[in-house]
T-cell receptor, first 111, second 114 residues
């Protein structure tokens, strides 16, 4: 199983861009990188997934360098409602039994 | 679409009591999972079912049993509840094996064992 390392917490002011970096040095060839968001008292929710280079959707962007040993989730112009825990996961298409949720990064958006 | 539905949302048990947590998904997913989340922690996998008719242990299976009743339903049973099982339980499903894998989670069951 690929181990991931991400900061425990981050603070950001409203309106700023937030970048959360995840390290996954032993990522395997078939592994994807997936980010989830979890609000208090709710189940995690999928944000974005990528394999290499850059992926963008209406919520976030995911930057993956050529060696794929790290990835960066970018949240543009955060608001108070983006205060949540963000999890970086690494795994292949074989199912989530092979994926480990770490403790995630607790993002606190400040007014 | 309801997605993943868990019942009950809250439950208080006395030590030694038993109960079953129910989970149902309406997305025709093959794989289903049970996680527990303790305060300030990430999710830990209890059991999973890769496909209908199969179940396997995850990271923390002790004290739990599961049943994959059909493709839609995956239940988690605590035979003799202990205070250490106080946690929030999440059920999830995914269409594993299709390349792109997004897991959908239920709203959770907050269980307190006294």
């Amino acid at each position: 199983l690929a181990k991931t390392t991400q900061p425990i917490s981050m603070d950001s002011y409203e309106g700023q861009e937030v970048n959360i970096t995840c390290s996954h040095n032993n990522i395997a060839t078939n592994d994807y990188i997936t980010w989830y968001q979890q609000f208090p008292s709710q189940g995690p929710r999928f944000i974005i997934q990528g394999y290499k280079t850059k992926v963008t959707n209406e919520v976030a962007s995911l930057f993956i360098p050529a060696d794929r040993k790290s990835s960066t989730l970018s949240l543009p112009r955060v608001s108070l409602s983006d205060t949540a825990v963000y999890y970086c996961l690494v795994g292949d298409s074989g199912g989530y039994q092979k994926v480990t949720f770490g403790t995630g990064t607790k993002l606190q958006v400040i007014p | 679409n309801a997605g993943v539905t868990q019942t009950p949302k809250f439950q208080v048990l006395k030590t030694g009591q038993s109960m079953t947590l129910q989970c149902a998904q309406d997305m025709n997913h093959n794989s289903m999972y049970w996680y527990r989340q303790d305060p300030g922690m990430g999710l830990r996998l209890i059991y999973y079912s890769a496909s209908e008719g199969t179940t396997d242990k995850g990271e923390v299976p002790n004290g739990y049993n599961v049943s994959r009743l059909n493709k839609r339903e995956f239940s988690l049973r605590l035979e003799s509840a202990a205070p250490s099982q106080t946690s929030v339980y999440f059920c999830a499903s995914s269409d594993a094996g299709q390349g792109y894998t997004e897991a959908f989670f239920g709203q959770g069951t907050r269980l307190t064992v006294v």
